[in-house]
């Protein structure tokens, strides 16, 4: 941050913001005190420029290997690598959406699909709403693509789950 030399005040509380938001993240002041600095800003007529670098941290190793531990089955073995690195280097606010998302089972979407597959109830389950209608509507593809569903829904409940993930991070 930028001020003249007669603004102390300022540069003093810009510099304990930069020290109180690295030592303690998520404090309330990394929130509050930009704000009351652009409020001070705005009434001062000598700034030179104004410059705030936000430091973001990265999802720990442990949240990471924890998320992939308890939902692994609801991807695609290929794609916990990747899936692994994203999460890396997500920022950590992220977290609690991470654990409020709602996968889908491919054990589910497969006993549905042995069930009620015909009524296209499996892919309705899994978010597939057009194929879901086709499939009611011409009785799970008069019965063809009901078999060859069963064994085709893990995989794409897997693949939804992945793409729903990648849209909330």
């Not at 993240?25 to 936000?54: E, R, S």
């Not at 973001?56 to 990471?64: F, G, L, P």
């Not at 609801?74 to 999460?87: K, S, T």
């Not at 019965?143 to 729903?164: C, E, H, P, Y």
């Amino acid at each position: 941050i930028g001020f003249d030399r007669s603004h102390g005040f300022c540069k003093l509380l810009i510099n304990s913001f930069t020290t109180i938001s690295e030592s303690r993240p998520g404090n309330w002041a990394a929130f509050f005190i930009p704000f009351f600095v652009v409020f001070l800003v705005g009434f001062n007529k000598n700034l030179i420029f104004v410059k705030v670098n936000f430091k973001i941290y990265k999802m720990e190793a442990q949240k990471v290997d924890a998320f992939i531990l308890a939902n692994g089955k609801n991807f695609q073995d290929y794609q916990i690598p990747a899936l692994r690195e994203m999460l890396l280097n997500v920022d950590d606010n992220k977290w609690l959406v991470l654990q409020t998302l709602q996968l889908k089972d491919p054990t589910i979407a497969l006993i549905i699909s042995l069930l009620a597959g015909t009524l296209g109830i499996d892919r309705f389950y899994i978010g597939d709403m057009g194929l879901g209608v086709l499939k009611l509507i011409t009785c799970g593809g008069f019965g063809i693509w009901t078999v060859v569903d069963w064994f085709l829904i893990m995989g794409s409940a897997r693949s939804k789950n992945m793409q729903k993930l990648q849209s909330y991070l």
